[in-house]
C-alpha cells in the first residue's frame, strides 16, 4: 500500500525556518513527481512547489518563491521542502503529494495527511 508522511511541522516565529519532509512507503519516490501543497483556514489548498521525477526540474509558486526550496533525498526515500523567511501567511496545514505523470496540481494521485505549520510572535 502506497502511503506518505508528511514531518517537521510546528510553531516559528516570523522569519524563522522549518523542513518539511515527505516520506514514503510502498513505493519509490526517484519516479514520481512530488508536490507540495498548502492550506489555511478557510482558505482553498494551493501549491507551493513541485520537483519532477525525470529532469528535477522544479516548481515554486509566487509566494514562496527564494523562501521555500524543494529537494529530493534519494537515499531515504524523502522530499524535504526548505522553508525561509517564514511569514504569518504561511501558517496552514501542509501536504505532499505524489503522481507517476506530473505535476498534475491537486489532481496528482497519492496524498499524504498533512503537518501543521505556525508562524507567529
Known amino acids: 500500500q502506497r502511503q506518505l508522511v508528511e514531518s517537521g511541522g510546528g510553531s516559528v516565529q516570523p522569519g524563522g525556518s522549518l523542513r518539511l519532509s515527505c516520506a514514503a512507503s510502498?513505493?519509490?519516490?526517484?519516479?514520481?513527481?512530488i508536490g507540495w501543497f498548502r492550506q489555511a483556514p478557510g482558505k482553498e489548498r494551493e501549491g507551493v512547489s513541485c520537483?519532477?521525477?525525470?529532469?528535477?526540474?522544479?516548481y515554486s509558486a509566487i509566494s514562496t518563491k527564494g523562501r521555500f526550496t524543494i529537494s529530493r533525498d534519494n537515499a531515504k526515500n524523502t522530499v524535504n521542502l526548505q522553508m525561509n523567511s517564514l511569514k504569518p501567511e504561511d501558517t496552514a496545514v501542509y501536504y505532499c503529494?505524489?503522481?507517476?505523470?506530473?505535476?498534475?496540481?491537486?489532481?496528482?494521485?497519492?496524498w499524504g495527511k498533512g503537518t501543521l505549520v505556525t508562524v507567529s510572535s
Open positions: 520537483i519532477r521525477s525525470s529532469h528535477g526540474s522544479t
Open positions: 510502498g513505493f519509490n519516490l526517484d519516479y514520481y513527481s
Open positions: 503529494a505524489a503522481d507517476y505523470t506530473g505535476c498534475r496540481g491537486l489532481d496528482m494521485d497519492y
